[in-house]
């Protein structure tokens, strides 16, 4: 990977091994391959606005892993979520990881979270709202029940999407509350505190998204269900 400021007359190498790399202000982040065989890769960081791009790999607590693949979700405010892939290329779900102000160092934020069938991920920012998220994932102790070694799911592991909201930038999340009542005015029936509002985040071919605006503050619409888990069954769903 390299660099100039005279149209390539000449240049200088920043990085060597690397495949891809992402600018996303604050930042310049380069993937780069550690080991072949494996397609293990690594994460580097600089400022975007450096004078000499001077990277630094990044760090990560599960040492024990692999890391695989690389994504890019959000840099506001100089932090970054970055969605980690520690299995396979096959694997359409990952770890969610929250960095310090420095873009270098991370800590886990959320697991397991997917892709959906256009290739995004089940992870959005509420628009106008600093530090609000929503993203689904799999339930972990069903999911983790249901995983092989290869980070293939088993079965019907996959239906077992939850939504979850953060309002401190994915520092906590939680589930959201269930209505009581429906557009009717009916009760909703939900049995107990695990019975909760789950919504398709990410665009869908056939199922709308979650939508906001910066000037709609808090305003949140998107299609869903009330329930255990977040239905692939398009007749269970509604608006929200």
Not at 83 to 90: D, E, F, P, Q, R
Not at 158 to 181: C, N, S
């Amino acid at each position: 990977m390299s660099y100039s400021d005279n149209y390539f007359k000449t240049s200088k190498i920043m990085l060597d091994g690397v495949n891809s790399f992402t600018i996303s202000f604050p930042y310049i982040y380069a993937h780069r391959l550690v080991d072949e065989a494996t397609q293990k890769v690594s994460l580097h960081v600089t400022q975007a606005n450096s004078s000499n791009y001077q990277f630094s790999q990044c760090e990560f607590p599960i040492a024990n892993l692999n890391d695989i693949d690389y994504t890019i979700l959000d840099t506001k405010h100089g932090q970054t979520f970055v969605l980690v892939n520690h299995w396979s290329s096959n694997s359409d779900f990952g770890n969610l990881y929250m960095s310090d102000g420095l873009g270098q160092k991370f800590s886990l934020s959320l697991k397991y979270v997917p892709k959906t069938d256009k290739d995004f991920f089940d992870f959005t920012k509420v628009s106008g709202m600093e530090g609000v998220y929503v993203a689904n994932h799999y339930k972990e102790e069903l999911f983790e029940r249901g995983l092989s070694s290869s980070g293939d799911r088993v079965k019907d592991i996959y239906k077992q999407k939850l939504t979850k909201i953060t309002f401190d930038r994915g520092g906590v999340w939680t589930t959201i509350p269930a209505p009581e009542k429906d557009s009717a005015g009916r009760k909703i029936p939900c049995e107990d505190e695990t019975c909760t509002l789950n919504l398709n985040v990410a665009a869908l071919t056939d199922i709308g998204h979650l939508y906001s605006s910066k000037n709609a503050l808090g305003l949140l619409l998107s299609t869903g269900n009330v329930g255990y888990h977040l239905t692939t069954k398009t007749a269970d769903v509604n608006t929200y």
